[in-house]
């Protein structure tokens, strides 16, 4: 077999979906007469213009999996994806830097020119809850068939991956089977939720001031400056459905939160619609930032209050903001030649909450300019984690009374030369029935354990409202 070109692109202009399906097929029909033996993993892309067709909606009316949807905050970059032309995943507990190099030594051998979509658990140290038994310890695919939106352009593609040794053909006809899965029609049919029977919190409201007054005692001593404790709310339904109604009902459109869905089983999923980046890198150029410190709108004149001026004159808030610039600064040092962290904190206006923000830019050092020493530099940031990084992981797994999962992993893709990750917070784990919600809050020294909590209630009060709206 010829070394592979990476992707075969058929040049027209964009077909209607049920049209591009065919054409698609054909093109790899044509190809794979041409299949042999490989000697190193072989992947192809194969790709079409397809007229404008929500992803959303598209991936909706599919019954296959696994599924995923991915959306940058700038919404010019979207995509749907299905079924699994290859998946690099790992399942044992261990340091996140095990990881890290792992993924990092898959995707070497594979040399992808195109994207595979993931995820990792927060810290894989932890025995995690069953509720994320499908996610493992990081789950990356390369999905049979995507649908992507770029800068407005709608793109159909499909992969193919033959490892060595594998049966081409096999390969081959199991793609174009999966190609004839794919339902064309643009049904825009979205139910309604169904009711929910119970809401639990965990831990609950007294629980929650004992632990944070605990903590403020060890900022006392002088042990700790920052952590990050979460909240999990359980929402029961009364039966179980597809947890992308929750991506197709999310109402804010203008938002600028990444929007993030991974359902690797049917009605089992992880979602976050989370406003932080953790990096994005293209060869050894990395973006960054410290996104932390908050203020919601309702809290103040019955939300008629300038959220981002409160915030700005909020002490602790840029206390509990500079925690996480200061960290990734010298956390950087060792692996970038040039770091530009801005100078003046902004703040940074959501539907209902206002964060400070500062952003981020550096060069990475050659040795360096690969995805596994940017994650295991930056995650978790003092965003998530805290001050000092170990001690405060530690705490996190004693003083919490669920274990994170995905909530406040790094979430993505990751190809070749470049990468993005999100951090997965605003989210949630669905299976079939259960919806559990994830949020946490960072204390410093001079939090107030009632407001932290009605902080957290905040930050899910998107996903919240959605399960109140009638139709
Ligand atoms: C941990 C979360 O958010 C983080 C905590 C923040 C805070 O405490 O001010 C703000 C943004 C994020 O850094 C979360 O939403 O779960
Ligand atoms: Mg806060």
């Not at 993993?41 to 599924?67: C, E, G, M, R």
């Not at 794919?182 to 929910?196: A, G």
């Not at 997965?424 to 784990?429: E, F, Q």
């Amino acid at each position: 077999m010829n070394k592979p070109t990476d992707i075969i692109e058929q040049v027209s202009e964009p077909l209607p979906m049920k049209k591009a399906l065919s054409t698609l097929q054909k093109m790899v029909l044509d190809h794979a007469n041409a299949a042999g033996s490989v000697s190193e993993p072989y992947l192809q892309t194969f790709s079409i213009a397809v007229s404008s067709t929500d992803p959303l909606l598209w991936l909706h009316n599919q019954d296959l999996y696994p599924k995923f949807f991915w959306s940058n905050r700038k919404k010019d970059d979207l995509v749907a994806g299905i079924g699994t032309a290859d998946v690099i995943e790992y399942d044992k507990t261990g340091p996140n830097n095990v990881s890290f190099d792992i993924l990092q030594k898959e995707l070497c051998k594979k040399n992808p020119g195109t994207r595979y979509f993931g995820g990792f658990c927060f810290n894989n140290e932890q025995k995690q809850d069953e509720q994320w038994r499908a996610f493992k310890s990081f789950t990356f695919v390369l999905p049979d068939i995507q649908l992507s939106v770029t800068d407005g352009t709608h793109t159909l593609s499909c992969h193919l991956m033959i490892e060595p040794g594998e049966n081409s053909e096999v390969r081959y006809r199991r793609l174009l089977e999966t190609i004839a899965k794919i339902n064309s029609s643009t049904l825009r049919d979205i139910p309604p939720l169904p009711e929910i029977n119970s809401r639990s919190f965990s831990p609950d409201k007294k629980q929650w001031i004992k632990t944070c007054n605990q903590i403020l005692q060890r900022f006392q001593e002088g042990l700790m400056g920052k952590i990050i404790l979460a909240r999990q709310t359980l929402l029961e339904f009364n039966r179980g459905f597809s947890p992308l109604l929750f991506l197709l009902r999310y109402p804010f459109s203008e938002s600028s939160t990444y929007r993030y869905y991974f359902e690797p089983e049917k009605n089992t999923a992880f979602f976050s619609f989370t406003p932080e980046r953790l990096y994005r890198r293209k060869n050894n150029e990395l973006l960054t930032e410290a996104l932390a410190g908050t203020c919601s709108r309702e809290t103040i004149d019955n939300g008629n209050g300038d959220a981002c001026q409160q915030l700005l004159n909020s002490e602790k808030d840029i206390r509990e903001h500079k925690f996480v610039k200061d960290t990734i600064v010298r956390e950087l040092e060792p692996i970038c030649s040039d770091i530009d962290m801005e100078e003046r904190v902004r703040a940074l206006q959501l539907n209902r909450l206002a964060h400070l923000y500062t952003q981020c830019r550096a060069e990475l050092k050659p040795e360096a300019s690969n995805d596994s020493a940017v994650l295991k530099t930056l995650h978790p940031t003092p965003a998530v984690g805290g001050v000092p990084k170990t001690k405060a992981l530690e705490q996190i797994i004693q003083l919490e009374p669920f274990s994170r999962g995905w909530y406040a992993g790094p979430v993505g893709w990751i190809s070749r030369n470049s990468a993005e990750f999100a951090v997965g917070i605003r989210s949630a784990v669905a299976k079939e029935n259960m919806f559990y919600l994830y949020s946490g809050a960072g204390l410093v020294r001079g939090s107030n354990p009632e407001s932290e909590w009605e902080e957290v209630d905040q930050k899910i009060a998107d996903i919240l409202a959605i399960t109140r709206q009638k139709r």
